[in-house]
C-alpha cells in the first residue's frame, strides 16, 4: 500500500510539472472588443481614448477599420509592430485587427506579454461591417503615440 501511495505522489508531482510547464509557453489569452463596440466607438465616439493598430501588410492594407474621427497606423505583424511598439505607452489602449484575427490574437498576446495593460483584439476585416478608410489616409508611424481616436471630450 505504502508503495502505491509513493508512486501515486510520484505521478502527481510529475503532472503538475507538466501543468506548469505547459501553462507557462501557452501563449496569454487575449481581450476581445467585439466589432459591433468597436463600430459604436468609431461612429459615437469612444468612452476612452485608443490606438487602432491594422497589423496587415501594407500591400494587403488598401483599406482599413476607420473614418474620418478614426484613422488606423499600419503596424504589420511581426517585424513591424515589433520594431515599433516601443513608441506606444504600455498604459495606452491599443485596438488590433488583421485579415481574419489570427494576427491581431498573436500582436495582442505579444504586446500583453510585453507589459502592456489594456491590449485588444478586434478580429478581422472579413467580418467588418462599419466604416473604412482608405490606406492612403492611414496614420503616419511618425505621429505615434497620438491616439487613432479620442474621446468626445479629449481626455
Known sequence: MRLIKSL???QMGRVLMLFAAVAAISPAAVNSLDQDTLKRYIESGPPFDFILVDVRGAEEAS??????ACKPYNLAW?????KECD??????TVI??????GRANNAAAYLDSIGFTKVY??????TWTGPTV????FRPISALPEPSMQTKTGK
Open 8 to 10: 501515486l505522489k510520484k
Open 63 to 68: 483599406a482599413g477599420i476607420g473614418n474620418v
Open 78 to 82: 511581426p517585424d513591424q509592430l515589433k
Open 87 to 92: 513608441r506606444i505607452p504600455k498604459d495606452r
Open 96 to 101: 488590433l485587427y488583421c485579415r481574419s484575427g
Open 121 to 126: 483584439s478586434a478580429g478581422g476585416t472579413l
Open 134 to 137: 482608405p490606406s492612403a489616409d
